[in-house]
């Protein structure tokens, strides 16, 4: 167990639809990263947050958003979705972003969009 | 941005026998080179690490090497078993936008029994 949560594991939903993902950090971890994994893209870095601040963006589509929460929980706004955003979703954390270490990954939330 | 290129993809081995992973990145001021397994249905976790005032570290069945000229590391599995079956990433982290990490395109790693 790493240690970060998410929800929820499955999600299926239609097109045009919107989603919220949700992920609670390690104890003690300040930064939140956000990560899609796709078969034809692979592991896909998309948006970071560090102490309820934006740090960091990928290639974030503008359909999607985050944001981080005092409590320093994370959730990731998927909207307008398409087919081909169905993709497993990753949330990591580690303790502070200027440190090179270790980033713990969640369980992941499976996004089937039909 | 990183690029980083990951070889092979997919790797099939005889239980028994060692699997070494290749991955080689463009251009790089960082310091860290971890490496990922992950398994079915889960999330990557973190095998094995190494820093750059080192050229080899071993956890039991796995090393890592790294030749910062060059711009290489490798994993290598040892006397693979068949828990071994999984995907490996190796990432660089990306010191300029905090540390995000950039991963390769995995290797697929097979233990036959």
């Known amino acids: 167990d790493s240690g970060v949560t998410q929800t929820p594991k499955h999600l299926i939903t239609a097109t045009g639809q919107r989603v919220t993902l949700r992920c609670s950090p390690r104890?003690?971890?300040?930064?939140v990263y956000w990560y899609q994994q796709s078969l034809d893209q692979g592991l896909q870095f998309l948006i970071q947050?560090?102490?309820?601040?934006?740090?960091a963006k990928g290639n974030i589509l503008e359909r999607f958003s985050a944001q981080q929460f005092p409590d320093l929980h994370s959730e990731l706004n998927l909207s307008s979705l398409e087919l081909g955003d169905s993709a497993l979703y990753f949330c990591?954390?580690?303790?502070?972003?200027?440190?090179?270490?270790?980033?713990?990954f969640g369980q992941g939330t499976r996004l089937t969009v039909v | 941005g990183e690029n980083v290129e990951q070889h092979p993809s997919t790797l099939s081995v005889q239980e028994g026998d060692s699997a070494v992973i290749k991955c080689t990145y463009s251009?790089?001021?960082?310091?860290?080179f971890p490496w990922y397994k992950q398994e079915l249905g889960k999330g990557p976790q973190l095998i094995i690490d190494?820093?750059?005032?080192?050229g080899e570290k071993k956890d039991q069945r796995i090393a890592v090497t790294l030749n910062k000229t060059a711009k290489h590391f490798s994993l290598h599995i040892t006397e693979t078993q068949p828990e071994d079956s999984a995907v490996y990433f190796c990432?660089?982290?990306?010191?300029?936008?905090?540390?995000?990490?950039?991963f390769g395109g995995g290797t697929r790693v097979l233990v036959k029994p």
């Open positions: 990432a660089l982290p990306d010191k300029a936008a905090g540390n995000k990490l950039t």
């Open positions: 104890s003690g971890d300040l930064s």
């Open positions: 251009d790089s001021a960082s310091n860290y």
């Open positions: 190494i820093r750059s005032n080192v």
């Open positions: 947050y560090y102490n309820g601040e934006e740090r």
């Open positions: 990591a954390s580690s303790v502070v972003p200027g440190v090179e270490t270790e980033a713990f």
